[in-house]
């Protein structure tokens, strides 16, 4: 099934936007990917049409991905014609025939071609990944029948059998501007090890190989993403890696999921009150960032220690401290702006279209960057040919005045590519001074207490609407009350003091017990401990799969000496009391009320 004319310009497009939607995108597993086809690439699924965007712009090789589309978006001749020319293959889910189902897919993998697919069904916003649908691993298995030869596709064929390469897309922050993405590409899974089980005679002997090479599937996602079982660890886990990795490109990629999965883990520690507490703590500290409209990447400049060290003094920041912080940042930004000021102009109404689009997606996460990326798409569309024509008119009695104008805009956007990222930080941090200041200087607090009473409402986890058994119903979303941020600063800064200290204390006390934490099997492999319970899964009498993860054990100073040896700036562990040494105060004692 060959790709048309329009599948190179698109995926040129899709690696400018992701490009410049995303400030790092880094790939690792290359060498597990072969150069030549056929394979099927079985994906993560979290971010919506970026996904497809982000595999096609990091694939190995130069392997161009034919996506699986219902079939009814064909009927349209026009848009099925469009399609086509893409390279996407039309699949009628409604047949219970597999040689009909996967006619497109069987035709593109004997001509050595590759498929995407994302075989978690649905694009969602869970902190962890859902159950994987079996379409893959049918597709792999009924494609070695057909070479084979079926009545359905008249007898033989000739090609190689396919393999199935997982790729899991690890987004830092999957709709944030300018935020970092890392994609791992695993050994590829061969359908030798399934295909005699899958051709027997035996009745139910097919199904039980589809199953067994899905369960394989995801196995391996599961070993190159970040799975946490609910929301409050994915947050502990979170705020713990911002606490400790203030730069968040101190922590690099490479590192970034076993860091990150490391953390869940802890986090989803039985049995120990003090990680109980610290996470509570952490959770709190989440929600009053997200209510109030700061980041902790925005306060790294009040000061905590260099290194969490709990023997440290941190003062809560006063009157004083905060103008001058609203001076320093003004004035950071001022000095920038000349240099920026030429394609900030330009760009504004890029960034405004993009902030309209997530506002249009507020109830969906999992859509805000793509409607970021399609909008400011479109509208640059519009605005670089305007810059172009403009510079050509300028340029005209200069010989080839038109390539002169097209270096221009392409200079003109690798400027602003260049020197967007301090800008928008500085300027996020000017956003969080002056919130800061009013939250300081003329403060209108609500109670901690009446903020932990109903923190998720006014922070509500996202809404569960993938994933879910077949009693269940989706989640509806609803929009959280806005609290002025005012209200919340102080709490903001006391609980970050307080989180950081409960933090440094935690691990350090961990490394010097050296006490056990729960690790996914995968890691405590990984890192020389032991593997309680494998990984298992099973479906239900009434159909809904269950995963079980599995169970792993780590040992406590091995995992902090891991965090520290990967740039968390944590303190050495002392033999005194770290929490007498702690102390929180802005010289107001009304202030310390409600902590």
Same mark, same amino acid.
């Given at each position: ?23 790092k ?20 699924h ?51 025939n597999n ?5 497109g ?53 000739t090609?190689?059998?396919?393999c199935?390469?997982?790729v ?48 394989k ?24 890696? /911002? #606490? !400790? ?5 101190? +922590?690099?990629? *490479?590192?970034?999921?076993?860091? @990150?999965? &490391?953390? =869940? ?14 996470? /509570? #703590? !952490? ?5 009053? +960032?997200?209510? *109030?409209?700061?980041?902790?990447? @925005?306060? &790294?400049? =009040? ?16 009157? !004083? ?10 004035l ?93 930080n ?84 961990l ?12 890691l ?72």
């Amino acid at each position: 099934m060959p790709f048309g004319a329009s599948h190179k310009p698109l995926v040129a497009l899709a690696n400018s936007a992701v490009s410049s939607f995303f400030r790092k995108i880094e790939v690792y597993g290359s060498e597990n990917v072969p150069e030549e086809g056929p394979i099927i690439f079985a994906c993560t699924h979290a971010n919506m049409a970026v996904d497809p965007a982000v595999l096609s712009s990091t694939i190995p090789h130069a392997h161009y991905l034919h996506y699986w589309v219902k079939d009814s978006l064909f009927a349209n001749p026009a848009v099925g014609a469009m399609l086509r020319n893409a390279g996407n293959i039309p699949v009628d889910r409604k047949t219970k025939n597999n040689q009909m189902l996967f006619r497109g897919t069987f035709e593109a993998l004997a001509q050595g071609e590759c498929i995407g697919v994302f075989p978690e069904g649905t694009s969602h916003t869970e902190p962890h990944m859902i159950a994987l649908k079996d379409g893959v691993a049918w597709a792999a298995l009924e494609y070695v029948r057909y070479l084979r030869g079926t009545e359905e596709n008249k007898g033989p064929k000739t090609g190689k059998k396919a393999c199935i390469v997982p790729v899991g897309i690890v987004y830092c922050d999957k709709s944030k501007y300018r935020s970092r993405v890392v994609v791992h590409y695993a050994k590829p899974i061969r359908v030798e090890d399934y295909e005699e089980e899958f051709l027997s005679e035996k009745e139910g002997a097919s199904k039980a190989a589809v199953k067994r090479m899905t369960k394989k599937i995801e196995q391996e996602l599961l070993e190159i993403t970040v799975n946490a079982p609910d929301w409050d660890t994915a947050f502990a886990a979170q705020m713990t890696r /911002e #606490l !400790l990795w203030q730069d968040e490109d101190r +922590l690099p990629l *490479s590192d970034y999921v076993p860091v @990150a999965q &490391t953390l =869940v883990d802890l986090f989803s520690t039985t049995g120990d009150r003090r990680i109980d507490s610290l996470k /509570e #703590l !952490l959770v709190t500290y989440n929600r009053l +960032l997200f209510s *109030s409209r700061l980041s902790n990447t @925005a306060l &790294t400049e =009040v000061p905590l220690p260099r290194t969490l060290d709990p023997s440290a003094r941190v003062s809560m920041p006063d009157r !004083l401290s905060t103008l001058l912080l609203l001076v320093r940042d003004t004035l950071a930004c001022l000095i920038r702006l000349p240099f920026f000021l030429l394609p900030m102009l330009f760009h504004i109404p890029v960034y405004l279209i993009g902030i309209f689009g997530a506002s249009m997606a507020e109830d969906e996460l999992e859509t805000q960057a793509q409607m970021k990326i399609f909008l400011g798409l479109a509208l640059s569309f519009l605005t670089y040919p305007v810059v172009f024509f403009a510079l050509w008119a300028m340029f005209r009695q200069v010989p080839l005045g038109a390539a002169v104008a097209a270096g221009g805009v392409w200079l003109l956007g690798q400027y602003h590519t260049a020197l967007i990222d301090q800008n928008y930080n500085a300027a996020k941090r000017l956003v969080a001074a002056w919130r800061l200041l009013v939250g300081v200087w003329l403060p209108r607090e609500m109670s901690l207490s009446s903020f932990i009473a109903s923190a998720r409402t006014f922070a509500p986890d996202p809404p569960a609407v993938a994933g879910l058994g077949p009693n269940q119903k989706p989640e509806r979303y609803v929009r959280p009350p806005r609290v002025p941020s005012r209200a919340l600063v102080r709490h903001v800064l006391r609980v970050r003091i307080d989180a950081a200290r409960a933090l440094a204390a935690a691990l350090l006390e961990l490394e010097a017990a050296d006490a056990p934490v729960d690790a996914s099997p995968w890691l405590a492999r990984q890192f020389g401990g032991d593997i309680l319970d494998p990984p298992s899964h099973a479906d239900t009498p009434d159909g809904t799969h269950v995963e079980h993860k599995g169970k792993g054990r780590r040992s406590g100073k091995e995992v902090v000496n891991y965090l520290r040896t990967r740039g968390a700036r944590l303190g050495q562990a002392a033999g005194t009391d770290s929490d007498a040494h702690w102390a929180a105060s802005s010289g107001d004692e009304e202030d310390r009320k409600d902590i």
